[in-house]
């Protein structure tokens, strides 16, 4: 089976296809790891509890069960096994991380836990698991779920807030305990009391009334977030509540602003207006999608174009973007895939750094492909947008560099990501640097997104109007 993935068959960039397994399908994927040293095997992690491997180069694809955490999670809205991952020095450190939730004999208790894998059969030795951390969850949502090594080689986790909505407790703001984190911790190292080592160069180590294991906060359901290791950023698709969902870069020490903000959004006033909280990289309203999954930097070699783009989607509504890595002010995002009914639970690459794309609703495993058929023109690279003065008061300019004559949209949404203004200059324009100028005395303060619109390729700017 494959599935196209784009507007139309003009503007479509990507097919997705489908890999056959000759065994009983599972459902609700959640995660899949290439195992390091052993090109085409893959571990795919079920969040019933069950972890099995495939070989993608085989033809036959037979599944096997080589974890079973049954007896210690059961699935159960977004409770279950959430995250896995091989240890960065694989098969010389042959360890399996895992985190799950016991919901079976110990409440709502997240779990952190390695387990010893057979290096020649694969098999995960169950008697050998070791519990490094654990901490309680209030509610029965909002559990976060990614678990994965930097580049530094140590251990991030990606925290929910605790759950019900809203964050009731605050935790996401509350710096005395784990929950709405990015937390970074050393799995080979232990202190004393502990089942891991708190590295001595993370954010907070030195100060007080802090736990130290927080590498950033202020975020709501970090589902998903992975590393792209050759500009060192970490890419985080944070959850929204009611409005936005959010994808962030993370840095050591940020804070996200959640509960007070949600995406650009102001939630509580004066709150969310504190300097310190740090925006969103990208945003998109409810209007797109209800659930992102955070993705991966493709490093593939099988698409060239697609080199250096974030990938990411939305659960509920199927839809995959591409996000350029610009500045946190200049962006580029197109849509690769069209609203389908395609549950995107994970992205997750093999031994070659091809990306493939998990379906929660029926199981299926995805690999994206190029469309022989479609026409990367679309793309504009080279397609620039910039603001001046910014913050502005009467007037500003728009600065939009075009690589060539092309059909161009210009519009300017509010944070709710309803369009304010269609600018007058819309239509065909000829290849250059075009200037047009903004009214922005004629509107009311606060801040703005000045789009432009080629094909499938999108450029913004934030554009903060002050009287």
């Known amino acids: 089976m494959a599935l196209a993935l784009g507007h139309t068959a003009k503007a479509q960039f990507l097919v997705a296809q489908e890999v056959t ?3 009983n399908r599972f459902t609700a994927p959640i995660e899949m790891c290439a195992v390091p040293g052993r090109p085409g095997k893959v571990f795919v992690a079920y969040q019933p509890g069950w972890v099995r491997l495939l070989d993608l180069d085989s033809a036959q694809r037979r599944a096997q069960i080589v974890l079973s955490l049954r007896s210690l999670t059961r699935q159960s809205g977004e409770l279950g096994l959430l995250g896995m991952a091989f240890h960065p020095r694989y098969p010389r450190v042959n360890k399996l991380y895992v985190y ?3 919901n079976v004999s110990r409440g709502n ?12 059969t694969l098999r995960v030795d169950s008697a050998s698991r070791r519990e490094f951390l654990t901490f309680a969850q209030p509610f029965a949502n909002h559990n976060g779920g990614k678990i994965c090594f930097g580049p530094d080689g140590m251990f991030y986790i990606g925290s929910g807030d605790g759950g019900s909505a809203n964050d009731p407790q605050n935790n996401a703001q509350n710096r005395n305990n784990l929950l709405g984190k990015i937390l970074r911790i050393d799995v080979d190292n232990q202190d004393p009391g502990r089942g891991y080592r708190i590295p001595p160069d993370n954010p907070f180590f030195d100060s007080t009334n802090i736990r130290k294991e927080i590498y950033a906060l202020g975020l709501r359901n970090p589902w998903k977030m992975s590393w792209d290791f050759e500009t060192r950023r970490l890419w985080v698709g ?3 509540q009611t409005s936005f969902e959010e994808i962030d870069t993370i840095r050591a020490g940020g804070n996200y602003g959640w509960k007070w ?6 939630v509580r006033s004066p709150e969310c207006l504190n300097p310190r909280f740090l925006r969103p990289v990208w ?7 209800v659930s992102v999954t955070g993705g991966q930097v493709y490093r593939g070699t099988q698409i060239p174009w697609l080199v250096g783009e974030y990938l990411y989607g939305d659960y509920g509504t199927g839809r995959i973007w591409g996000l350029s890595q610009g500045t946190d002010t200049v962006l580029v995002n197109r849509q690769l895939l069209a609203p389908t009914q395609f549950n995107v639970s994970a992205f997750a690459e093999d031994h070659r750094r091809e990306l493939y794309v998990l379906r929660y609703n029926t199981g299926g495993i995805f690999k994206l492909v190029a469309d022989p058929t479609a026409s990367q023109s679309a793309a504009m690279p080279g397609l620039t947008l910039a ?3 910014n913050p502005a008061d009467k007037e500003a300019s728009l600065l939009l560099t075009l690589p060539k004559a092309a059909v161009v949209t210009l519009a300017v949404l509010g944070l709710d990501g309803t369009v304010q203004y269609r600018l007058p200059v819309s239509g065909h324009l000829a290849a250059g640097q075009h200037k047009i100028a903004l009214p922005t005395g004629q509107w009311p303060a606060g801040m703005y997104l000045v789009q432009a619109t080629v094909g499938t390729a999108t450029v913004g700017k934030r554009l903060v109007v002050a009287h």
């Open 21 to 23: 397994i000759q065994a």
């Open 283 to 289: 945003t998109y309203p409810r209007t797109l999608g």
């Open 238 to 240: 944070d959850v929204g």
């Open 387 to 389: 603001t001046a003065p």
């Open 109 to 120: 208790l997240s779990v952190y836990a390695s387990f010893n894998v057979d290096t020649t």
């Open 100 to 102: 799950f939730t016991d």
């Open 261 to 266: 903000r949600e995406g650009d959004r102001c």
